[in-house]
């Protein structure tokens, strides 16, 4: 009861809550809806233009999904190959680094160039942009390990792969779900870049031109509709971790 409380009810009614004073301070101040529309003129455009809104979030979903599909392989190989070796380490992370402060939103003008208007600069923007923090924590969660439990590990014959994989990898977990729930909004967030910049569906095409229309409703839709799918996602990852790093999360009290 206490969890549904915290975790549902509590956000549940803040929401509302923000939602109202919207509204009010919209109808009190005066506020032009090309500025700032109330939440009930959304939501008449999320049902009025709700065929496209569907649509193109399916679109904005599944390269998202993609994106940060190949972004989990990448990054677990990443992390995983950076944590083994002082070596990889010192070769890759630098890079990664700089080309971590590139913005994304200069490198999709040269995917388009690559591979054309479409989904696939929107997969690949969404995974560059989420990628380096799964590696990132996963290559922390390895060097966690402390080193007597190594050198006690090795003693009784262990070598260092099966250091990795039997207490490496598993003391890592923690870190690597922890790190989902960021790049699965920052894959989000390459995937709408990409499609305002060059793309033919999508919520970031379709709030792109909704915007050259001054349908300013539907943008603020687009917005919402973006906003559901990615806390949808969230709570999906946050499952996904409490089934998998449940041992990792202190017991809760009671009351």
Same mark, same amino acid.
């Given at each position: ?15 509302? %809550? ?12 005066? @506020?032009?809806?090309? %500025? ?8 008449? +455009? ?35 190959? *950076? ?11 630098? =890079?990664? *680094? ?11 003008? *040269? ?10 600069? +929107? *997969? ?13 924590? =996963?290559?922390?969660? @390895? ?5 007597? @439990? ?35 909004? @920052? +894959?989000?967030?390459?995937? %709408? ?25 539907? =943008? ?17 990852? +946050? ?17």
């Amino acid at each position: 009861m206490k969890n549904w409380k915290e975790n549902i009810l509590a956000p549940l009614l803040f929401t509302i %809550v923000l939602l109202v004073l919207w509204e009010i301070a919209c109808r009190v101040f005066g @506020l032009p809806t090309t %500025v700032l529309p109330p939440p009930t003129l959304i939501a008449k +455009a999320m049902v009025q233009y709700w065929p496209a809104i569907w649509e193109n979030s399916l679109q904005t979903l599944m390269t998202t999904l993609l994106g940060f599909a190949l972004a989990i392989v990448f990054g677990l190989v990443l992390g995983v190959g *950076i944590g083994w070796s002082k070596m990889i380490y010192g070769a890759l992370y630098p =890079v990664m *680094i700089a080309f971590n402060a590139i913005p994304k939103v200069a490198v999709v003008p *040269i995917l388009i160039i690559w591979f054309g208007i479409g989904t696939i600069p +929107a *997969i690949l923007t969404a995974f560059l942009i989420s990628f380096f923090p799964i590696v990132v924590n =996963v290559a922390t969660g @390895l060097a966690t390990t402390e080193p007597e @439990l190594q050198d006690v590990l090795r003693a009784l014959g262990a070598s260092k792969l099966d250091v990795v994989m039997k207490v490496g990898i598993p003391r890592s977990m923690p870190y690597f779900f922890g790190s989902l729930k960021v790049a699965i909004t @920052l +894959a989000f967030v390459g995937s %709408v870049v990409s499609e305002t910049i060059g793309a033919n569906s999508g919520l970031g095409q379709m709030m792109l031109a909704a915007q050259a229309g001054f349908n300013v409703e539907l =943008v603020f839709a687009g917005v919402m509709a973006l906003a559901i799918l990615g806390i949808a996602l969230y709570a999906i990852t +946050a499952l996904v971790e409490r089934r998998f790093t449940g041992w990792a999360f202190r017991a809760e009290g009671i009351g």
